[in-house]
T-cell receptor, first 118, second 111 residues
Framework: GAGVSQSPSNKVTEKGKDVELRCDPI?????LYWYRQSLGQGLEFLIY????????KSGLPSDRFSAERTGGSVSTLTIQRTQQEDSAVYLC????????????????FGDGTRLSIL | KQEVTQIPAALSVPEGENLVLNCSFT??????LQWFRQDPGKGLTSLLL?????REQTSGRLNASLDKSSGRSTLYIAASQPGDSATYLC??????????FGKGTSLLVTP
């Protein structure tokens, strides 16, 4: 597509439920990133994919968070047993490449999923 | 750990003014620096990207400079317009693949 697409745009769920957030990157972009934007915290990195593999999962806050990417395209971020502190906007970005000399490619962001845990 | 600071946190200017947003970072070993704009309830729109070997980039009324040795970047907006009202975020890429973001400058341009 023309830009990074994320769904749903808003998600409200009860504490303890599992949620899945979806990201469809720009066509042809091999690198995909998940970030979280919390009120007062700014943007924090969660995980990076190059193709279908995730060489950098360093930002995932706990083992309740997981992500996968299939076919080198769509990615899903899953949060199990959600807690109120998981409430945030989850942003996905993609870029052409992520390694070596091509680390300098700009990241393009979607509009995010606003997650609210009751 | 790379720390990115943006000053001021908020800024209000009358339409037509030229303005400068500041970004500083603690680790000068960066790959690049990217400026974004974020409108309320929206994602990030990439404005300018400066590679570590570059000094500045320009796009329309926007000009971004980079001084790696001093750990600073500025975003200059010429002839500001109400449509420029948004939050402006600065982000640097160090080792690895993640961007380290500042907390942003909230800009309001009044008619």
């Amino acid at each position: 597509g023309a830009g990074v697409s994320q769904s749903p745009s808003n998600k409200v769920t009860e504490k303890g439920k599992d949620v899945e957030l979806r990201c469809d990157p720009i066509s042809g972009h091999t690198a995909l990133y998940w970030y979280r934007q919390s009120l007062g915290q700014g943007l924090e990195f969660l995980i990076y994919f190059q193709g279908n593999s995730a060489p950098d999962k360093s930002g995932l806050p706990s083992d309740r968070f997981s992500a996968e990417r299939t076919g080198g395209s769509v990615s899903t971020l899953t949060i199990q047993r959600t807690q109120q502190e998981d409430s945030a906007v989850y942003l996905c970005a993609s870029s052409l490449m992520g390694q070596g000399l091509l680390r300098g490619q700009p990241q393009h962001f979607g509009d995010g999923t606003r997650l609210s845990i009751l | 750990k790379q720390e990115v600071t943006q000053i001021p946190a908020a800024l209000s200017v009358p339409e037509g003014e030229n303005l400068v947003l500041n970004c500083s970072f603690t680790d000068s070993a960066i790959y690049n620096l990217q400026w974004f704009r974020q409108d309320p309830g929206k994602g990030l729109t990439s404005l300018l990207l400066i590679q570590s070997s570059q000094r500045e980039q320009t796009s329309g009324r926007l000009n971004a400079s980079l001084d790696k040795s001093s750990g600073r970047s500025t975003l200059y907006i010429a002839a500001s317009q109400p449509g420029d009202s948004a939050t402006y975020l600065c982000a640097v890429r160090v080792t690895g693949y993640a961007l380290n973001f500042g907390k942003g400058t909230s800009l309001l341009v009044t008619p």
